[in-house]
């Protein structure tokens, strides 16, 4: 679970996004400024970060506040799962990253195995859409959604992507070192949990 002063400094980010967003009156608009302002100074304080950098990165956006979506797709060859490695952190993910506009989520777990390991997929089923804050994740700026979509390979052969150094495939007792900003044990065992159980349910939150 995310620390209270980052929840708090999240909620107090939206509620002044929104202020902003909707408000007409010049007073209350200073209100929520200050209430912007109020949480980048909490997060500054608790990380030592740049306020300019908070501010771009967690500060700038407008309009009505919602949930990033992350997706990951997850693929299996001989009971073993695709898993790609991360050039930002050296440790390993399953494909996937921030949704696109213009695209549905099959599309994007389809173009991000694509990119990052060099196969050819089909989307097949929804696996799980989990709060990234409910999982042991690092905590995190935005608040999450993610989406884990179950893809078949229809073709392609390995490939490192611009965003990867490495493409293998693991089993369930041989996983390797995990990038928890994007992937936890428990989620690569609840994809094995549906290989092994085709009509296991979707996992929610």
């Given at each position: ?122 989307a097949i089923k929804l696996l799980g859409v989990l709060d990234k804050k409910c999982h042991p994740h690092p905590p995190s700026l935005y608040h999450v959604y ?60």
């Amino acid at each position: 679970m995310e620390p209270k002063w980052l929840e708090w400094a999240k909620q107090l980010q939206s509620i002044a996004q929104a202020g902003l967003t909707y408000s007409k009156d010049v007073y209350d608009l200073e209100r929520f400024e200050l209430v912007r302002n109020i949480s980048v100074e909490i997060l500054s304080h608790q990380t030592d970060m740049n306020k300019t950098v908070i501010k771009d990165l967690f500060a700038n956006e407008t309009g009505y506040a919602t949930p990033k979506v992350d997706i990951r797709s997850v693929v299996f060859r001989d009971n073993k799962i695709l898993m790609v490695r991360e050039n930002t952190d050296g440790d390993w993910s399953l494909p996937g990253g921030w949704g696109d506009i213009g695209l549905t989520p099959s599309e994007v777990a389809v173009k991000e195995v694509k990119e990052e390991s060099g196969f050819d997929v089909k989307a097949i089923k929804l696996l799980g859409v989990l709060d990234k804050k409910c999982h042991p994740h690092p905590p995190s700026l935005y608040h999450v959604y993610k989406m884990f979509i179950r893809c078949e390979i229809i073709g392609g052969q390995p490939k490192e992507g611009i965003e990867t150094s490495a493409v293998e495939f693991f089993a369930e007792n041989e996983l390797p070192s995990l990038s928890i900003a994007r992937n936890t044990e428990s989620q690569i065992k609840m994809a094995f949990k549906h290989l092994h159980n085709p009509q296991e349910p979707v996992y929610f939150d």
